[in-house]
Every structure is written in C-alpha cells, then in structure tokens.
C-alpha cells in the first residue's frame, strides 16, 4: 500500500521568511498529490497538486515541487505570514486517481 | 456554492448510544468520501462513494459502522454502538474529479 510520511512535524519561522515543508512518498506509482491546508477547528483546505508528468508548479506566494526520482514532495511559501499557521498535509493518490493517502501533517508556527 | 455541508458540527454521547453523522455534497460532484482524524493516526479514509455507489469500504474499522449515500446529495455515517475510542473528528468529502473538498468535520465524543 502507499505511505505518505512528513519530515517535520513543526516549523517555526518568522513572518516574512520563506517556508519548506517537506513530505516523502513510498509509492512510485503515485501520479497525482495535493497539499492541503487545515486551521484549527477546520477541514483540510486544497493549496495547490501537482501531476507527475510536471516537477514544479506555482501557484499565488505557493510553489510545489515533485522529485520522483527520490520520491520527494515539497511546498514552499514565500513571504509566510501568520495567517499561513496551520497544519499542511501531503496527500498522494494513483496510479490512475483512487483515492488519496495522507501524510501526518506539518504544523506551521508564524511568529509575527 | 455552500461547500461539503456536515452536522452535527459537534457530538458528544454516551457509550453503547448510536450516532449519525450526516453530509450533503458539493452539487455536482460525483464521489463522497469519509474520513477520521485523530491525532494518534492523522486522517484514514472510511469509505468512498461514486455516483452513489460504495467503491472501497475498506477503511471502515468494524461492523459498527455503516454509512449510506441514498441520493446524490445526501449521506450518513452510523456508529452502532458507539464506543469512546471512536471519538475523533469525521471529515466528509466531496469531489468532481480528483480535487477533494472538505466539510467542516463533526466533532464526536463519546463518554
């Protein structure tokens, strides 16, 4: 089956710097993975996905990047602020889109 | 659009009692999920529809869960009897193609 495992469990940076999340997938066939966003109290928010034919995508102060050769996903934001605090998901699914398999999560620490 | 709509938005029962979580979709999406979150196992998917249809119930713990999708718009998630490490938040989903979108998640305690 497919595990989705996340490096840090908490990042802490000052508002203004920019951010990597990190997150690592077991299943080479993996085609298709989201990053998802969720505050407290919240469900997961969509940030951004990216398909496997592509190794990076930007998307407003957001870039994903996709090493499949190491089976390595990561979310950068730039300029974070302290309304990005939260806990980031990493989420993949495929081959051919099923279902998708979540990472442990992320916390996001924002200090102003 | 209202986006995935969950109630109740919290729950709090008695052991032995049964809970029903209910979910209406986003119009037009075609696949319904349901997840779990705790903190010891992050977020486990349940069970998944398409076009109304149980795809993978795999992810349902035991015979005390069930869940249904009568209509297009509609689903549940029974817990029959509850039991308090069933207390966790339950997340529904929706999607149109591989997109998720979350409901707000109906928090369950069960004492």
């Known amino acids: 089956g497919e595990s989705v495992g996340l490096h840090l469990p908490t990042l802490s940076v000052q508002e203004g710097d920019n951010s990597i999340i990190n997150c690592a997938y077991s299943n080479s066939a993996s085609d298709y993975f989201i990053w998802y966003k969720q505050e407290s109290g919240k469900g997961p928010q969509f940030i951004i996905d990216?398909?496997?034919?592509?190794d990076k995508r930007q998307g407003q102060r957001v870039t994903v990047l996709l090493n499949k050769t190491v089976k390595h996903l990561s979310l950068q934001i730039a300029a974070t602020q302290p309304g990005d605090s939260a806990v980031y998901f990493c989420?993949?699914?495929?081959?051919?889109?099923?279902?998708?398999?979540f990472g442990k999560g992320t916390m996001l620490l924002v200090s102003p | 659009d209202a986006g995935v709509i969950q109630s109740p938005r919290h729950e709090v029962t008695e052991m032995g009692q049964e809970v029903t979580l209910r979910c209406k979709p986003i119009s037009g999406h075609n696949s319904l999920f349901w997840y779990r979150q705790t903190m010891m196992r992050g977020l486990e998917l349940l069970i998944y529809f398409n076009n109304n249809v149980p795809i993978d119930d795999s992810g349902m713990p035991e015979d005390r869960f069930s869940a249904k999708m009568p209509n297009a718009s509609f689903s549940t998630l029974k817990i029959q009897p509850s039991e308090p490490r069933d207390s966790a938040v339950y997340f529904c989903a929706s999607s149109r193609r591989d997109e998720q979108y979350f409901g707000p998640g109906t928090r369950l305690t069960v004492t």
């Open positions: 989420a993949a699914a495929g081959p051919g889109y099923s279902t998708l398999t």
């Open positions: 990216i398909r496997s034919n592509m």
